[in-house]
């Protein structure tokens, strides 16, 4: 009966082109759209899993705007079964902010006699990408911590997670409860069902407000790097390029 | 003080380390000849071997964590060691490579010093106030951050800087136990399977090398690519969605978080050419660029460009070197 709190992070789009706010304190992803970063996709999914095994729960939280309610709606639908949002303009946040506001809810959510055995998030979110909120809020709970996992399985009171390490694949085995990490690759996430979608509606999501005055980021301002010029010759379109490219091959003095 | 982690890879410093102490070096320039100092955290087969090779990198001094508390990794026990080691030094700056080991050892450091950490860094400017760049939104933007609180805890985003030698000299030798608390213990690596065989060394001196990334399609995309690179004398490179999904092994990555490359011709098909993947090829001589898609960066960046279908593209290359090949042996 694991219960799992997944927290994901609503983020613009940046799969196309990257726009700054004019204060050029954000990313503006008012045309390119919000998501939540791969590697939290393969969070939810290892806590729905997780949770299917053991016939325990999945809650997602997130801290961040109003509309931030998409993406857990979006969870929701893919099978949590609760979720919180703790209002508040991620802007204005820094990585120990939201470390702090994740450990209040958790904290809170024991108090009330539903402790989590497993916190999943992402490795690092796909806008900041600051690597540092799970590991703050191991400590802010005096939880263990596994960074990077792609795989996790909960045997007994221990989660076995797996990582790729620089020696080669590494196991972990720690005791619950426990923050985990992911990474993206250990698993595929599954697709929303209409069911899931229409039960995802009914489902009441916990507002709060943040506990404290946050920090900030530090953020000086953000900034888009200077288009590259197009340089390149082109050699020619499709199959028919072949040997053209051979010439090159040729005059380049390569593969002989 | 600086102090930079090192990591080591077959007793030999990373690479990435290696240009994170480029990086420090110039940091320490900044300010006045500071001197720059490694800890380095569990065994090393050579220790002298390692003081000269970090002592031609600029190293002043070595702390090396040895015993019991960091013999399998772990995140808080290699960062109780490098908050010991910093606390010995009093080193104001703290830095590592902004490698799967960096990130977490230092996001350990920040927490339990209750600092600020920067991820990622390219580039400083600027000591009072102490302002760095680093990369966000996946390299597609740039943060000017502060970091104003001491010590600064940043890593160094790979292959942002060039490793290069300014030598001093042997670098003097400490070993220290660190006191690892048992708390910090708990989430330690408990057994690591043994890899598959590395080719990463002949990627990076490879004269020709043929990329694939997510264009390929899939796990079986990749023989064309394989027998083009063949065909050249090359090694093969892929992109990390490609070792993410499992499709390669990730020692054939390039980029960043890969092998730096520096062939003479590098030949990416499908690769769309992101901040990160081109840190690891920029140094290529030339660049063939295949991808169906004519705006994508690295078509745009690369010497050259075919437009069109790897699976179309690639495997009409392969047939016309054969084809000219036949043609000089008959
Ligand atoms: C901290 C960090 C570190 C990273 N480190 C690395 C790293 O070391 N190395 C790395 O590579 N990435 C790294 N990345 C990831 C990087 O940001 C990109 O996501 C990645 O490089 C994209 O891989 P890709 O080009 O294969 O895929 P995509 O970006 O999806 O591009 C696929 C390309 O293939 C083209 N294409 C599709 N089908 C075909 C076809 N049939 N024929 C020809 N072309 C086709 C498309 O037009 C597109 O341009 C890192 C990211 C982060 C945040
Ligand atoms: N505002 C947020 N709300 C919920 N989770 C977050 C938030 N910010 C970061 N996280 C989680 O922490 C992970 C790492 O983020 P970061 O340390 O910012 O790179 C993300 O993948 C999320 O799982």
Known sequence: MTRVLVCVKRVPDSSGEVVLTDDGQAVDGRYAGFTISDHENCAVELGIRLADATGGSVTVLTVGPAEAVDQLRAALALGAGAAVHVQADPARLGPDDVAHEIAAVVRDHRAAGAAYDLVLLGNDASDSGDFQVPVRLGYRLGLPIVTGASTAEVTGDRVIAEADGPEGRETYSVPLPAVVSVLEGGVEPRYPTMRGRMAARKIEVETRQPTREPVGPSRVRLLLPPPAPATAEVLGEGPEAAPAVVDLFERLGVGR | ?330
């Open chain 2, 1 to 330: 003080m600086i102090l930079v982690l090192v990591e080591t890879a077959d007793g030999a410093a990373a690479e990435v380390s290696l240009e994170t102490l480029a990086l420090a070096r110039a940091l320490a320039a900044e300010g006045g000849g500071v001197p720059v100092q490694a800890v380095v955290v569990g065994e090393v087969p050579d220790p002298a071997a390692l003081a000269e090779e970090l002592g031609e990198h600029g190293v002043a001094e070595v702390h090396q964590a040895t015993g019991d508390g960091v013999a399998a990794f772990g995140g808080a026990a290699w960062a109780a060691a490098v908050q010991e080691a910093r606390e010995a030094t009093g080193s104001v700056v703290v830095t590592a490579a902004g490698s799967v080991r960096g990130n977490e050892v230092l996001a350990h450091l920040a927490a339990r010093l209750q600092v600020p950490m920067a991820a990622n860094v390219t580039a400083f400017s600027g000591l009072a106030p102490f302002v760095v760049t680093r990369q966000v939104v996946g390299g597609a933007a740039l943060e000017e951050m502060r970091l104003d609180q001491r010590p600064a805890v940043f890593t160094v985003a790979g292959h942002a800087w060039q490793a290069a030698v300014a030598p001093t000299g042997p670098a003097t030798w400490h070993t220290f136990a660190p006191d690892v608390a048992p708390a910090d213990l708990v989430a330690s690596v408990v057994s690591v399977a043994e890899k598959e065989p590395d080719t990463s060394d002949s990627l990076r001196s490879a004269r020709v090398v043929v990329g694939a990334g997510r264009g390929a399609g899939g796990p079986d995309g990749f023989a064309p690519v394989a027998e083009l690179a063949e065909l050249l004398g090359g090694a093969v490179g892929v992109s990390r969605v490609v070792t993410s999904l499992g499709w390669r092994p990730h020692h054939e990555q390039v980029g960043q978080t890969g092998s730096r490359i520096t062939p003479d011709l590098y030949v990416p098909c499908g690769i769309s050419g992101a901040i990160q993947h081109w840190a690891g090829c920029a140094s290529s001589k030339t660049i063939l660029a295949i991808n169906t898609d004519p705006d994508a960066p690295m078509m745009t960046k690369a010497t050259y460009a075919v437009v069109g279908d790897m699976h179309e593209v690639v495997p009409a290359i392969v047939a016309e070197l054969r084809r000219r090949r036949t043609g000089v042996e008959c």
